[in-house]
């Protein structure tokens, strides 16, 4: 009996040219490739990129708020006053000066502190602070204060009137007065290089004197000064000047003479009154003749004597 030989059994699994081997352990390869949900991290690196952006945007808002700070310094810097004002005077040359601009200067920075809205730019009262001077100085005609764009030191402008005459009352006061007929300053307390300097008028009618009040008209003031004007230019001296009481009358003394005379105030120029006068002086030199009392020159174009 014949066996067959069998036949090995064939292996269905396809053949490999290499052998098979086990899949090596990544950790790469146990990461999702996917980002994690509520984060930013990208698959397969490292969190560091994220700490980076935190401090730059950091450092631009620390530098943002450094700038602003100092913007609002500089601004809070810019509109400071100092209470160290300048004073410049306008008319310092050709004006008789009754207080220095050191005076003025000191003046003006006791009115400042007098109240914290002169500390900057914003609240300053410029208008107060002039008329506030003028008050205590009758002789600022004008005052304007200038604050500077940039600096911190205001400047302070004034423009001063000049004295004219001193008026003295009955009672002995003794006031130096303008063009406008305010009394500026006490003579007593005014230097004496400025007192000597101006013509002495002696009011009869009892008038009270005042700082910075009217003691005369501004027409009487211009009369005086021009009466005045007008006899030096004739060389006739005059030693005292006289406003009697009840009366609109000024009455010249000369230097010299025993005799004086008689002015209107009312009516008739200055000139014409000194006009008369002296052509009645010369008229009585030619007659070798002189006034026991007065010549009265107050009638235009008239003067009569005695």
Excluded: C
Excluded at 133 to 143: C, R, S, V
Excluded at 199 to 213: F, I, K, N, R
Aim: proline share 6%.
């Amino acid at each position: 009996m014949k066996f067959k030989k069998q036949k090995p059994p064939v292996s269905r699994r396809p053949a490999s040219g290499h052998a098979s081997r086990p899949q090596a352990f990544s950790y790469y390869s146990q990461r999702s490739t996917t980002p994690q949900p509520g984060t930013n991290r990208q698959p397969g690196r490292f969190a560091m990129k994220p700490k980076r952006d935190t401090l730059k945007y950091v450092a631009q808002r620390f530098g943002a708020i450094v700038a602003l700070l100092a913007l609002f310094l500089l601004f809070i810097t810019s509109v400071q006053v100092t209470m160290q004002p300048r004073v410049q005077l306008l008319n310092e040359s050709d004006t008789i000066q009754l207080h220095s601009a050191t005076d003025y200067q000191v003046a003006t920075e006791q009115i400042m502190k007098r109240s914290w809205t002169n500390t900057n730019k914003l609240t300053i009262n410029t208008r107060s602070i002039g008329q506030q001077l003028q008050t205590e100085y009758p002789e600022i005609a004008d005052a304007s204060i200038e604050l500077p764009l940039v600096g911190q030191r205001p400047i302070v402008y004034l423009q001063l009137t000049e004295p004219q005459l001193i008026l003295v009352n009955a009672s002995g006061q003794a006031f130096l007065v303008d063009e406008k007929g305010r009394a500026l300053a006490d003579a007593a307390q005014v230097d004496s290089s400025v007192v000597s300097k101006l013509p002495t008028v002696t009011d009869e009618s009892g008038l009270q004197l005042s700082q910075g009040e009217v003691a005369m008209s501004s027409a009487d003031v211009r009369f005086v000064t021009s009466v005045l004007y007008q006899l030096r230019q004739a060389n006739v001296a005059v030693s005292k000047l006289t406003l009697p009481q009840g009366s609109r009358e000024l009455d010249v003394y000369l230097y010299g003479q025993s005799y004086y005379v008689k002015f209107n105030l009312h009516e008739g120029g200055p000139m014409q009154q000194v006009g008369a006068l002296l052509a009645v002086r010369q008229q009585l030199d030619a007659q070798g003749k002189s006034p026991s009392k007065y010549i009265d020159v107050r009638l235009l174009g008239r003067a009569y004597y005695k």
